[in-house]
């Protein structure tokens, strides 16, 4: 394993070092580019670097450099890697440019629906998408004659019956580290239920009956996890279920190949991808895009380059050479039994990420807040009462409410 | 040596100091009393992002920041006094608590909370800092000279590894499965999380700690025996006193002042306790007065960041560090006066 990846890494760097290998045109202007660090991005950025005089940093902490990278004159990179979370503060900063005169350029390979359009303009071209889904063990639950659960009620009416069984201890695993995971946790749940975050400017409105809902579902999830829940994220999960010791988890689709990765898993194979399980309104799941944007501190000429070097990231060629590392936005992308988790999450109605500068707060409040509810510290309702007076103190020093 | 050399010498030092410590420090100080923020404008907004087939688009109202004619977000600065403070210690709710007598509530309150750990965290390490530190050096400075450079280099290793990578290593051996779990498991038989609760977290965290810092104070210490009157320590030999009332009225009596000092550092050091909570993650259960600096400063996905309640918090933590230093700095005041 690690002899091969060296070897890759070998044969990568070699292939990246030339502008001669797979790349339509030869790039003359020296282009960088930011982005998170996962999996995909590093096909894209790889993939863009065929092209020559092109460098890529991919970081975890890209979100706290990119907004003041971007608004130097010029701007320290010319590339930007953004979710819908991340495209707020660059939208509100105004600092990336409108694609629209470059996608009638060159864009003419691209789907309608990777153009994030903003009032009408194009602001930034997605790549691929990303959804919390189900994944369950086909063969633990087949074996005891469960069904696929469609609902929160029944993964843990599976979860009670698998662990009845002694197959497990713990069936279901959950990304609930205290923090951006737990209060994304929440949030799933809170949409599921149909539930909106804000009243009128800005102030919050989460301690309602969905909420309190939303809260007991979690609650009642974690008797059937590993007790250490508030410190598992989403590589703790996934190497649970690698290793056999859950059963059933709702974690990233970009984490679905990684289950069947014959290297680290010993599951390869039983894994099914189901869509998310239902709230009383939509599936309990939130759908996120990851894509490219442009900064608008540079020359034209600059853009015209960089707008062509990352679509040459994203083409087709690169999509079917990795084709199960993201559900990718593109002709080339042939959807799998991976990919159908966050297809038929989609088809049952999930909503996309509210990404918001209000959320940007509330996702934290919530991160901060749930584990209280959690261990037992504070009932439903003290919590969320705090999580929304906790909100409110630092969006007033945030502006986004007035005093 | 006269004046002008004095300044000389002194002169870049103090100049670092002042650039380096007294600005920042006034700096801060100033942010605390002030907050500055964008100004926000509600407009209406179509924004499409991408379903599997087709794009899903909605118009909402969303607050923007207003851009200046060069693209800059225009930014207001005002004055606020201690709301900033009265953010972070939240007085109201935390008195609340207080008469209740609720002591339960009042730890679910974040600056309460962070420092009932701060506190327990600094005062129960400090006195086993100390003494594992007198034992290593005392074990150090009776070991055969012949093997007591290695015995030096083994003891000072804890203290040589990077804080970060000492908590996220103790973190592995611990969490889930890992190996000294698995091994307390098949010893005593029982299923055991220890990051399960706050209890052994805090625990692990101390353990640590002393486990890292033990050997600073034992190099100190071992230089301090070195010193101590040999002709005292062979007159109460021959008066009988034993290993205990020789350690009790002789050496420790002489090493008092290198003991007020790595006291006063280690107050200072752990009452800035940071790389434990987010080496073990532990912030669902335990958090410190650092680690809520650092949850202020660091920006969420869309930007935001709570400066003012920051520097608000660091300062804070500057007072907890002077009060809790008054009493070592008055017994040294002392004695200086006194051997004068």
Aim: hydrophobic share 50%.
């Amino acid at each position: 394993m690690t002899l091969k990846t060296i070897l890759m890494a070998g044969a990568m760097s070699i292939a990246t070092t030339g502008a001669w290998a797979d790349c339509a045109f030869e790039n003359e202007v020296p282009l960088k580019s930011l982005s998170a660090g996962f999996e995909a991005w590093k096909a894209v950025t790889d993939a863009m670097a065929e092209c020559g005089n092109f460098s890529a940093s991919l970081d975890q902490e890209f979100r706290e450099k990119q907004p003041e990278a971007f608004a130097a004159d010029p701007a320290l990179y010319q590339i930007g890697g953004v979710s819908n979370a991340t495209l707020v503060p660059l939208l509100n900063a105004g600092t990336i440019r409108p694609l629209d005169d470059l996608v009638e350029k060159y864009g003419q390979d691209l789907l309608p629906n990777q153009l994030i359009k903003v009032d009408g303009k194009t602001m930034a071209i997605a790549m691929m998408v990303n959804a919390q889904h189900l994944m369950y063990r086909d063969d633990v639950l087949a074996e005891l004659g469960i069904e696929e659960p469609k609902s929160y009620d029944d993964v843990l009416a599976a979860a009670a019956k698998i662990k009845e069984a002694g197959v497990m201890d713990y069936p279901i695993g959950g990304t609930f580290e205290t923090g951006w995971n737990l209060g994304q946790e929440f949030i799933n749940m809170y949409m599921g239920e149909g539930g909106s975050f804000f009243g009128d400017g800005n102030m919050p409105a989460i301690n309602n009956a969905q909420g309190v809902e939303a809260l007991e579902t979690l609650k009642a999830m974690t008797e059937y996890m590993d007790p250490e829940y508030l410190v598992s994220d989403s590589t703790y999960v996934q190497q649970q279920f690698q290793q056999g010791k859950i059963a059933m988890a709702n974690l990233w689709a970009s984490r679905a190949a990684a289950m069947n990765d014959e290297a680290e898993s010993q599951v390869v194979g039983k894994v099914t991808m189901a869509a998310a399980p239902m709230g009383s309104a939509a599936p309990a799941t939130t759908i996120w895009w990851d894509g490219i944007v442009l900064a608008s501190n540079m020359s034209d000429e600059e853009a015209d380059a960089a707008f062509r070097v990352a679509l040459e990231g994203m083409d087709g060629d690169m999509v079917s050479a990795n084709n199960d590392a993201a559900v990718w936005l593109s002709p080339a992308y042939s959807a799998g039994d991976l990919a159908a988790g966050a297809a038929a999450s989609a088809a049952g109605g999930a909503k996309a990420y509210p990404a918001s500068g209000p959320m940007g707060i509330m996702h934290t409040a919530l991160g901060n807040g749930l584990a209280d509810y959690l261990t037992g510290a504070k009932d439903a309702q003290t919590t969320l009462a705090d999580i929304e007076a906790d909100y409110i103190t630092a969006a007033k020093e945030a502006g986004l409410i007035s005093n | 040596m006269n004046s002008r050399t004095f300044a000389a010498f002194v002169g870049p030092s103090v100049f670092m100091m002042l650039l380096f410590i007294a600005f920042p420090l006034v700096s801060v100080f100033k942010q605390s009393f002030y907050v500055t923020q964008p100004i926000y404008e509600t407009v209406e907004k179509e924004t499409c992002t991408p379903g599997f087939l087709t794009q899903t688009c909605v118009t909402e109202q969303v607050s923007q920041p207003k851009l200046d004619e060069h693209g800059e977000i225009i930014t207001q600065t005002q004055y606020v006094g201690l709301q900033s403070y009265r953010n972070v210690l939240e007085p109201e709710r935390a008195w609340r608590a207080i008469s209740d007598g609720s002591w339960h509530v009042l730890s679910t309150i974040n600056f309460w909370k962070a420092l009932r750990f701060t506190l327990t965290f600094t005062l129960i390490t400090l006195p086993l800092v100390v003494g594992c530190g007198l034992g290593i050096a005392i074990l150090i400075n009776n070991a055969a000279r012949a093997i007591r450079g290695p015995v030096i280099f083994v003891s000072l290793l804890p203290f040589i590894i990077t804080p970060v990578i000492g908590v996220l290593a103790i973190n592995w051996l611990f969490r889930g499965d890992g190996i000294l779990t698995a091994m307390m498991e098949w010893w005593l038989n029982r299923d055991i999380a220890l990051f399960a609760q706050a209890w052994t977290i805090e625990v692990l965290m101390m353990l640590y700690r002393v486990w890292h810092v033990a050997p600073f104070a034992a190099i100190i210490f071992y230089a301090g025996l070195q010193t101590v009157n040999q002709d005292s320590l062979e007159s109460a030999v021959i008066d009988g006193a034993t290993r205990w009332q020789r350690l009790k009225y002789i050496v420790i009596p002489h090493l008092m002042p290198l003991i007020i000092f790595v006291a006063m550092i280690h107050l200072m050091d752990s009452y800035r306790v940071f790389e434990e909570i987010v080496g073990f993650s532990s912030q669902g259960y335990v958090i410190s007065l650092q680690w809520l600096t650092f949850d202020y400063l660091t920006p969420d996905q869309a930007g935001n960041r709570s400066i003012s309640r920051a520097s608000a918090n660091s300062m804070l933590t500057m007072i907890g560090v002077v009060i809790l230093l008054i009493l070592p700095l008055r017994r040294t005041w002392r004695d200086h006066k006194g051997g004068h």
